[in-house]
């Protein structure tokens, strides 16, 4: 707006007003009465779709409900929903008609049990996919969460020391290690490192591995667990995959690794649509990409004051 505005030379504010209420056509807008609720494409419908959450303003959380049958960025929207209420979710979809929900055959998703709950009452015919990438964060952040415990765990120790060697009028020394960090250095300094897989770490990274195994043989098996989960997904037949996943979960319970037992129960509970994904390799990254579409374009905006405004925008662009 402000390129057009400084090319025309007119006042940015001045266009903008313009743009909005003369240009644009947003005064005659046919969804403006209900467009903070909710907007409804149902001429966007496709077979396989997917459903995501994202913020639009001050934090507020509005339901995207988006189609993977068309690579331009026109015809993606097929709704908009406030929040990520269950029942508001179903009451909006509901408005499309029967026929229509009916050709849905896949919806992908995250973990959210709403978001489930939703498209297994609107879309009958659809299998749910539970998204990859949220299903191995999941176990990821289990592997994390051992780290984040024990650096806690040594910055509580080294605070302790600090107070004996005061008390004893002496200066502590914390312990250095062979490749210079400390115990709560190795910790932090470990994050990015369980990310990977051995074969893509730096000789620092592989040095700094070796060190956190040798001290905390738990996070070493933690951190192998995660790597056999994660080469779950690379199998390619559905069967296969189901008995390296109910093996990996048993392989859990005999651990005393609680973080994972709470990982195992979740995926226990999304079984049936984390399976699906061997179906068709489906993710929701088409979701996610659009998520990032949808950023860029606030933050170019400088945020989103007129909220009615910007979903009018976004119907212009993707719908």
């Known amino acids: 707006m402000s390129t057009i505005a400084g090319y025309h030379k007119v006042n940015p504010d001045k266009w903008y007003q313009a743009y909005k209420k003369k240009i644009s056509g947003f005064k005659t807008w046919d969804q403006k009465q209900h467009a903070e609720d909710y907007l409804i494409y149902p001429q966007n419908i496709s077979p396989q779709l997917a459903i995501d959450e994202v913020s639009l303003s001050k934090g507020e959380l509005y339901t995207f409900v988006t189609s ?10 097929v709704a908009v929903i406030n929040g990520t209420e269950a029942k508001s979710i179903i009451e909006v979809l509901n ?6 929900r009916n050709t849905v055959t896949e919806v992908s998703l995250d973990m959210a049990r709403n978001m489930e709950l939703a498209v297994r009452t609107c879309f009958i015919n659809a ?20 780290r984040v415990k024990y650096r806690w765990e040594a910055i509580e120790k080294e605070n302790n020391d600090i107070k004996e060697s005061k008390t004893k009028g002496e200066k502590y020394q914390s312990l250095v290690l062979e490749n210079g960090d400390t115990i709560k250095e190795l910790l932090a300094r470990s994050r990015y490192l369980l990310y990977k897989t051995p074969s893509d770490w730096t000789h620092k990274q592989e040095r700094r ?17 995660t790597l ?6 690379e199998c390619k037949i559905k069967s296969i995959a189901t008995e390296r996943l109910n093996n990996w979960i048993n392989k859990v319970k005999q651990n005393t690794l609680h973080e994972f037992n709470t990982a195992a129960n979740s995926i226990n509970y999304h ?15 088409h ?11 606030r933050a170019n905006l ?18």
């Not at 993977?68 to 929207?77: D, E, P, Q």
């Not at 591995?209 to 667990?225: D, G």
């Open 68 to 77: 993977k049958a068309y690579k331009t960025n026109k015809r993606k929207l």
């Open 95 to 100: 408005k499309i008609s029967q026929t229509k």
């Open 127 to 146: 299998s749910l996919v539970t998204d990859r990438f949220h299903v191995s964060k999941l176990v990821i952040d289990a592997l994390q969460h051992l």
């Open 209 to 225: 591995a070796t060190l956190l195994f040798k001290h905390y043989p738990l996070i070493e098996k933690a951190y192998h667990l």
């Open 228 to 233: 056999e989960f994660r080469s779950i997904y």
């Open 271 to 285: 079984w049936e649509s984390i399976l699906n994904f061997f179906n068709n390799r489906s993710t929701n990254a």
């Open 287 to 297: 979701a996610e990409s659009y998520n990032a579409k949808l950023k860029l374009f």
């Open 302 to 319: 400088r945020g989103v004051t007129d909220v009615k405004f910007f979903l009018f925008r976004l119907e212009k662009l993707f719908a």
